[in-house]
């Protein structure tokens, strides 16, 4: 059964203080693992597609990162506008339903 | 481009009314997902169609849950009859189908409840 599980659940961090979130999955032959950003009342909103182990993608602040079970995000001297939850995503190549993991609230403390 | 579309925002309903959501996915799509989001149970997909037609209806919770696809521009979720546990943040998403993976693009979610 595919699976995606999201560590932590919460994190706080004075802004400037460097992180990682980290997203593991099982899933029967990756297709695609997909990051998205969600802020409160909002529909999430797409960051990055990683598609196989070594791939690293960047935005500003962020750099996702994929190994063959588990995807980190890094957040580089982080800012209060980064507060938000970050939710991991898994499709396999056997359909085209998208996994989500129930994503780790992030606040960033000015 | 307009990205997914969702009606209601939110919708206050009393228990055992029939409750229609509606979704216009981005134009050219041609997969769109339904999820239900809480708090203890996160972003749950309900149905998937490909082409407007049902792929995977497993996540549908009971037989009060339908869903629709009449066509490619339009999709509804109805729950009849609705019940406070139905009280949730329901989002629908789009995507063009690929054999390399293409993320899906939400929509901003109809907040339910049910009283």
């Known amino acids: 059964e595919d699976q995606v599980t999201q560590s932590p659940e919460a994190l706080r961090l004075q802004e400037g203080e460097s992180s990682s979130l980290n997203c593991s999955y099982t899933?029967?032959?990756?297709?695609?693992l997909f990051w998205y950003r969600q802020d409160p009342g909002k529909g999430p909103e797409f960051l990055f597609t990683l598609y196989s182990a070594g791939e690293e993608k960047e935005k500003e602040r962020l750099k996702a990162t994929l190994t063959k079970k588990e995807s980190f995000l890094h957040i580089t001297a982080p800012k209060p506008e980064d507060s938000a939850t970050y939710l991991c995503?898994?499709?396999?190549?056997?359909?085209?339903?998208?996994?989500f993991g129930t994503g780790t609230s992030l606040t960033v403390i000015p | 481009d307009a990205g997914v579309i969702q009606s209601p925002r939110h919708e206050v309903t009393e228990m055992g009314q029939e409750v229609t959501l509606r979704c216009k996915p981005i134009?050219?799509?041609?997969?769109l997902f339904w999820y239900r989001q809480t708090m203890m149970r996160g972003l749950e997909l309900l149905i998937y169609?490909?082409?407007?037609?049902?792929?995977?209806d497993s996540g549908m919770p009971e037989d009060r849950f339908s869903a629709k696809m009449p066509n490619a521009s339009f999709s509804t979720l109805k729950i009849q009859p609705s019940e406070p546990r139905d009280s949730a943040v329901y989002f629908c998403?789009?995507?063009?189908?690929?054999?390399?993976?293409?993320?899906?693009?939400f929509g901003q979610g109809t907040r339910l409840t049910v009283v």
């Open positions: 899933v029967s032959g990756l297709r695609g």
């Open positions: 169609f490909n082409n407007n037609v049902p792929i995977d």
């Open positions: 134009s050219g799509h041609n997969s």
């Open positions: 995503a898994v499709q396999a190549v056997t359909g085209n339903q998208f996994y």
């Open positions: 998403a789009s995507t063009l189908e690929s054999t390399g993976g293409v993320a899906a693009f």
